[in-house]
């Protein structure tokens, strides 16, 4: 079987191929194009311009997907149909909907974190189908529009355990960088200045910042107080100060260090509680290579007989070959549907998991 999937849930314009026969896994194609260029000006995707880039970019996406794939007859389309921004999630939508009818294909709708998830799946050659050492799970995705902890008992059954209250971490890396006067997107610019501290033995500016909510029971997140209070202390340090390369450095390791603690910190009480058997982690922002690191010394000190799973960093970013995996197990679940079900998938920028 032959997957087509889109992605358009925020401002990368993704088209993939992926193949699966006789359980084997392999990504014909993978397309991304991506609008960061455009929106770094404004320091944020603006919904309507990363609207209009879609519309422009999917013709031109997906006829590379096509080429690159050599032909390949496709025989199911998946389409990411929520959470993200509502204008960018309708014009994949659209265009899945178009292509299903006149190609006469079924169509799956795809829920985005979900593929977050699966993303963890394109690791191997072979589908995973043996799943009793896997589940239940705690899965942690972490990107720029979602901070959440799931806890996982198999695909497709997921209950949500906690969530950002208001900024996600990528959200809150994004803003930071903003204060300190660094690029956009906000993670790879921070991890970039932390990494260069690493190197200082002595802190000379003292930087401290809370760590929110690390301490509740609950299992939801707040970074929006993280940014304030980089805020307070930016504004309350002089102008050569604010300037000085190593400020900026010590503040942005405190700041990811700041994250990171959150989220290892909750992530395991989660999983010591709920006694999983493996941790999965999704999103953008576990491209992170100190997050990767300390994750992984974390579980293997304080829960050593918990699995733990990690995508591959091309794949933690938005793709569509996570839609395009994530649709496969869809459809398995529901193989009859036929190509007039285009009719019932509809954009949900707010849909759960």
């Known amino acids: ?30 397309i991304v194009s991506s609008q960061v260029k455009l929106h770094r000006k404004y320091g944020g995707v603006w919904p309507f311009l990363a609207k ?19 032909g390949r007859q496709v025989n199911l389309i998946a389409v990411t149909v929520g959470p993200g921004l ?14 299903a009818k006149k190609l006469k294909l079924p169509i799956i709708s795809v829920n985005h974190v979900e593929a ?7 690791n191997t050659q072979y589908l995973i189908l043996d799943t009793k050492y896997l589940f239940p799970a705690i899965c942690l995705i972490v990107s720029g529009g979602h901070t959440q902890l799931i806890l996982m008992k198999d695909f497709g059954q997921y209950k949500i355990l906690g969530e950002t209250r208001d900024d996600a971490a990528g959200e809150c890396f994004d803003k930071t960088a903003r204060i300190l006067g660094l690029g956009y997107p906000g993670g790879p610019a921070i991890a970039a200045e932390a990494k260069k501290y690493q190197n200082i033995k002595i802190s000379k500016y003292r930087v401290s910042l809370p760590r929110p909510m690390i301490d509740q029971k ?10 304030t209070a980089v805020l307070y202390d930016f504004k309350s340090r002089s102008s050569k100060i604010r300037k000085s390369k190593n400020y900026i450095r010590e503040m942005a390791k405190e700041i990811q260090q700041a994250v990171i603690d959150v989220l290892i910190s909750k992530t395991l009480r989660a999983a010591k509680e709920f006694k999983t058997k493996s941790i999965i982690l999704g999103g953008g922002v576990v491209a992170n290579s100190e997050l990767r690191k300390q994750f992984k010394q ?34 398995l679940k529901k193989p009859s549907a036929t190509f007039y079900s285009w009719k019932k998938i509809e954009a949900d920028a707010n849909q759960r998991i």
């Open 1 to 30: 079987m032959i997957i087509l999937a889109i992605e358009t849930s925020c401002d990368d314009t993704c088209v993939s191929l992926l193949e699966i026969r006789n359980r084997k896994l392999e990504i014909r194609s993978n």
């Open 52 to 70: 209009r880039e879609h519309q422009k970019n999917l013709p031109i996406v997906l006829r590379k997907a096509l080429q690159q794939a050599q």
């Open 86 to 99: 509502e204008p960018c999630l309708w014009v994949g939508v659209n265009f899945a909907r178009d292509l």
């Open 116 to 122: 977050h998830i699966f993303a963890n799946f394109l």
């Open 218 to 227: 609950n299992y939801d997140f707040s970074f929006a107080g993280l940014k």
């Open 298 to 331: 974390k579980i293997q000190k304080e829960i050593p007989n918990t699995q733990y799973l990690m995508p591959n960093t091309k794949f933690c970013t938005d793709n569509a070959a996570m839609v395009a995996l994530t649709g496969y197990f869809n459809w």
